[in-house]
Every structure is written in structure tokens, then in C-alpha cells.
């Protein structure tokens, strides 16, 4: 019998919490198994960060067919969820590594068990990803029963309309736009728009004039393939984007960039802290996310080869992988956001996260699948999986401001 060759994964949910108990036990029982184990990777996150480094390291080992198994305590300390369990199961499988609890559980993929098993816990997935969409769904729809009106509207300003009295006073007293914008957690888009508007009001306002010669600084751009996971053939998207654009500013490069409708929550993850638009108004303040918005994109990028993760659709779940390819300099007659290459059509809104998107395609590709008239009326008659139509995501980027704040993404 041939020997199976092993990688310990081990992790703990806080710093004050050592991986070197489920490391001993789990050099035991490899022993007792008489598995070759190749290394111990250990981690400290949470059940719920979503950027685990370690665990890709682990990932890409198997990958690259250079181990046999992945070895941990329960499966619990593996999967964030029974859907990424059930995602990084399906990539493992691809692979032919399997993933093996010390509680007794192994996902062999090659056997009739192991597939069994990965079939029901599918079906779990799916039950807990409509549970999920449900109670996102009943959130919002009791807060339009309130009254409530969600979003941004147009024309609303409601964090500078606020902030504006403050802006103006630090503008008379000379600060600079660029302290008053960290200060105030504004962007400096957002300081001048303000001084505009008062302007415009008082004719009479002059803000003082600064005596030092302003600083140019070289702008930088950032070279990105955003790539949706867990779907083969993969469809991705490669963009440029300026270094000093925020996170909500790619927010919108991703939305119009792959497809989406930004019909849904979302979230980015970066260094294990999770980013986006915080909704307390909905409950949703649980959620933790610091807001995304005044954070730029400079700030947070590491330089070339920087990998971060944003997440579409709580119930769906469509994660998506942000490489930082390069890092360039500005080109002095380009138009920043720009999409260079795009590979394969975005999966229709609300379609059911990856195995509902198989589903559809299924469907939509057999005329003697039952659905397949269904499907294909739901999608107003047809659907290319392979046309990622770079003209008009070009041209939909073109109508990002560089300033997000108060963009709602309506197209004249």
C-alpha cells in the first residue's frame, strides 16, 4: 500500500490560543496512521475571516498534486462555512487530495462514500445559503415596511451636508483640504465639492490662498485580475486602476467590471479586516465592517503580488480574488478605470451562487433539460457564457467618478 502523504492544517480563533495541542495530536494520529506528513501550517483567525493566508498555502500545495491528504482535528477548524467547506472540497477533489478529520471523517472524492457525502453536505449548503438570502431579504423588506428608504438617493450628500459647517471653518482657518480630509475621514473630492457649493451660495466667500507652491506627486496605477471563484472555465477581469481611488470606488470597477447589478450586499477583505458599506439601519451592524469608502486603495495594497478577497451577495456568495499583477505609472492621456481583458460572461443576478449558476448552465444548453425554456425566458432569450463584452464594461467604467461617495450608479 502506497503511503499517503499528508499536510497538518491547525487553527485557533484568538492570539491568546496556541495551535500546538491540535499540532501533537495530530503528528500522533499521522503516526498511528503511518501518513509521511510533509509540514504544520498553523493559523490564527476566526470562524468567519474570510482571507485565511495560511490555509492558501496549504490549497496551493495541493494544487500542485505535491500531497495526498490535508490532515486536521474536525472540519470545523477547515471550513468558515459549510458552503466554503463544500467549495474548497470541490476545488480538493479536482485535485485528487482529500481532507481528513482526526474525528473520524474523510472525504475520499475518488470513492462512491466520499462523493456521497460531499453530495449531501451540497444540499446543506444550499439550504444555508437560502437561509442566509432569506433573512437578508426579511431584513430589508421590514425596513421598507418602516418607511425606511435604503441607500443612497440621488442628490444626497448626508455625511458632507453634515460635515460641511466643519469643512468651511477649516477652510477660513487655513488648513489644508488634503488634513481637513483626513481629519473629517472625507475624501479631498468630497472637501473640494463642499467649498464649491458654499461658493456657490455665498458669492462673497473667498477661501485664503495657501503660499506654498502645491506638490505633484506621480500617480501610480494598479494593474488587478479579479477572478470569479470556484467557477471553471474561470471568468476574470483584468483591470487599472489609480492607486489613490478608494474602496468603494472598486466597488463600483468590480460591479460594472464583471457584471453584477450591485443588487446585494457586499464586502471586501483585506489583511483580515473586512471592508464595505455599514447598514446599522438594517441590522446588519454585526456584520463589523469598517467603512470603505475613505479608505484608499494605496493604503491597504501591499505592491505587486498582493492577493485580497471581495465578496457579492451574502446568500449567493460570489467571492471573487483580487491579484495585484503590476504597479505602473500613469499613463498622462489615459482614462483611469480601464478594462484591458475580460474572460467569460458574469452569471445572471440571483442565479444560486456557483451550483446554481451550473444549474442554469445545464439548462439553458439542453433542450430536453426541463427547465431549459424556463431558464432561457428568465434570461430574456438567451445567455453566451463566453461573452464577456469587453466594449461595454469599458464603457460603463467611464461613468465612475473618482469620487464614489455619493455615486449610485445611474447611467444617463
Not at 480538493?92 to 478529520?101: C, G, M, P, T
Not at 507652491?213 to 477581469?237: E, F, G, H, M, N
Not at 453566451?384 to 464594461?393: F, M, S, V
Amino acid at each position: 500500500m502506497v503511503q499517503k502523504t499528508v499536510a497538518i492544517y491547525c487553527r485557533v480563533s484568538t492570539t491568546d490560543q496556541s495551535c500546538d495541542r491540535q499540532a501533537q495530536d495530530l503528528l500522533a494520529y499521522a503516526k498511528k496512521a503511518d501518513f509521511k506528513v510533509v509540514g504544520v501550517w498553523k493559523e490564527t483567525a476566526s470562524g468567519i475571516t474570510q482571507n485565511r493566508v495560511v490555509r492558501q498555502e496549504v490549497m496551493a500545495l495541493a494544487q500542485a498534486r505535491k500531497i495526498d491528504a490535508i490532515l486536521v482535528t474536525e472540519l470545523t477548524r477547515w471550513g468558515r462555512s459549510t458552503l466554503d467547506l463544500i467549495q474548497t472540497l470541490q476545488d480538493l477533489q479536482s485535485w485528487a487530495v482529500s481532507l481528513i478529520a482526526q474525528t473520524g471523517l474523510q472525504f475520499d472524492l475518488a470513492t462512491p462514500q466520499g462523493r456521497l457525502i460531499a453530495q449531501l453536505m451540497a444540499a446543506l449548503a444550499e439550504f444555508e445559503r437560502d437561509l442566509v438570502s432569506e433573512r437578508v431579504r426579511s431584513g430589508l423588506a421590514a425596513a421598507k415596511a418602516r418607511g425606511k428608504v435604503l441607500g443612497r438617493q440621488p442628490g444626497q450628500r448626508i455625511k458632507s451636508d453634515r460635515l460641511a459647517p466643519k469643512v468651511i471653518q477649516m477652510v477660513e482657518d487655513k488648513v489644508s483640504y488634503r488634513t481637513i480630509a483626513h481629519d473629517l475621514k472625507l475624501s479631498k473630492t468630497t472637501v473640494t465639492e463642499i467649498v464649491k457649493r458654499h461658493r456657490q451660495a455665498h458669492p462673497d466667500f473667498q477661501p485664503p490662498r495657501s503660499n506654498m507652491a502645491p506638490r505633484k506627486k506621480a500617480q501610480s496605477v494598479y494593474q488587478l485580475k479579479i477572478t470569479l471563484k470556484d467557477i471553471r472555465p474561470p471568468i476574470w477581469r483584468r483591470v487599472q486602476v489609480r492607486s489613490d481611488a478608494t474602496l468603494g470606488h472598486l466597488h463600483w470597477v468590480i460591479q460594472h467590471g464583471m457584471g453584477w447589478t450591485n443588487s446585494h450586499l457586499h464586502s471586501f477583505t483585506i489583511r483580515g479586516v473586512d471592508y464595505g458599506e455599514p447598514m446599522p439601519e438594517l441590522g446588519f451592524d454585526e456584520l463589523g465592517l469598517r467603512d470603505e469608502q475613505p479608505v484608499k486603495l494605496s493604503k491597504v495594497i501591499a505592491g505587486e503580488g498582493f492577493k485580497f478577497s471581495y465578496l457579492y451577495d451574502f446568500g449567493d456568495s460570489w467571492e471573487h480574488e483580487i491579484l495585484v499583477e503590476k504597479v505602473l505609472a500613469a499613463e498622462p492621456d489615459a482614462s483611469y478605470p480601464v478594462c484591458i481583458k475580460a474572460k467569460r460572461a458574469c452569471p445572471p443576478e440571483d442565479c444560486g451562487g456557483v451550483w446554481g449558476y451550473q444549474n442554469f448552465l445545464d439548462a439553458i444548453q439542453s433542450a430536453d433539460h426541463p427547465e431549459h425554456e424556463e431558464m432561457l425566458e428568465w434570461v430574456g432569450g438567451s445567455f453566451d457564457p463566453e461573452d464577456a463584452e469587453l466594449d461595454e464594461i469599458n464603457m460603463l467604467l467611464k461613468t465612475i467618478p473618482h469620487d464614489t461617495a455619493n455615486f449610485d450608479g445611474y447611467i444617463p
